[in-house]
């Protein structure tokens, strides 16, 4: 059974750092890992994919890895504002097409 | 206008009460999926249907059933709500054969039962 774990649970940093969010997935057998921001209360808006043939993804100051051998992916945030400051949520699709979430992590960035 | 919409967005209930959550897309997905989310829980699948004829269980369908009225419409129904389904529910599109298998998730509704 597919497990997805993201480290650390919560996370504060100052305005202006660079970030490193991680996630792990127990089965390598994955077609695609999706990264997500949620903000309280509200829905989850799609930040990345992945395809599981792709090394990375970026957009703007996000840049996503992944290495499916290890079970890893990792969500760099560059020079965090406080508007970056969310829930980010790593899913996993397995074969059949089911979306296997972590938990989240956290982020506040402080002025 | 969004794409993907849920009614309502919030509800109060009472235990023992039927209640139903609507969701509507303008995507043309035929995929639709439904999740709840909760404290550090993360989301899990709760059902999830690839056409209008074709309906499956997620992870913890139990207290839960589904309608899929049209290929744009995917209700979500609690028979006899309890107080440990108060959560925070999403529906999710799909499109069929999208090289990035992208899901597309509505803003949610908050449902508390009392």
């Known amino acids: 059974k597919q497990e997805v774990t993201q480290i650390p649970a919560a996370l504060s940093v100052p305005e202006g750092e660079n970030l490193v969010l991680n996630c792990s997935f127990t089965d390598s057998a994955i077609y695609n890992l999706q990264w997500f921001r949620q903000d309280p209360g509200k829905g989850l808006t799609s930040l990345l994919l992945i395809q599981s043939s792709q090394r990375e993804q970026t957009s703007g100051r996000l840049n996503a890895s992944l290495d499916k051998s290890s079970g890893r992916s990792t969500l760099y945030i560059a020079a965090s504002q406080p508007g970056d400051s969310a829930t980010y949520l790593c899913a996993v699709y397995n074969q059949g097409g089911k979306l296997i979430f972590g938990q989240g992590t956290e982020l506040s960035v402080k002025p | 206008d969004a794409d993907v919409t849920q009614t309502p967005r919030n509800r109060i209930t009472k235990t023992g009460k039927r209640i139903m959550l609507e969701c509507s897309q303008t995507?043309?997905?035929?995929?639709m999926y439904w999740y709840r989310q909760d404290p550090g829980l993360g989301l899990r699948l709760i059902y999830y249907?690839?056409?209008?004829?074709?309906?499956n269980k997620g992870e913890i369908s139990d207290g839960y059933s589904v309608s899929r009225q049209a290929q744009a419409k995917f209700s979500l129904s609690l028979e006899s709500a309890i107080p440990n389904q108060t959560a925070l529910y999403f529906c999710?599109?799909?499109?069929?054969?999208?090289?990035?298998?992208?899901?597309?998730f509505g803003p949610g509704t908050r449902l508390t039962v009392l």
């Open positions: 999710a599109t799909r499109g069929r054969g999208e090289t990035y298998n992208e899901q597309f």
């Open positions: 249907s690839f056409d209008v004829k074709d309906i």
């Open positions: 995507k043309g997905h035929d995929r």
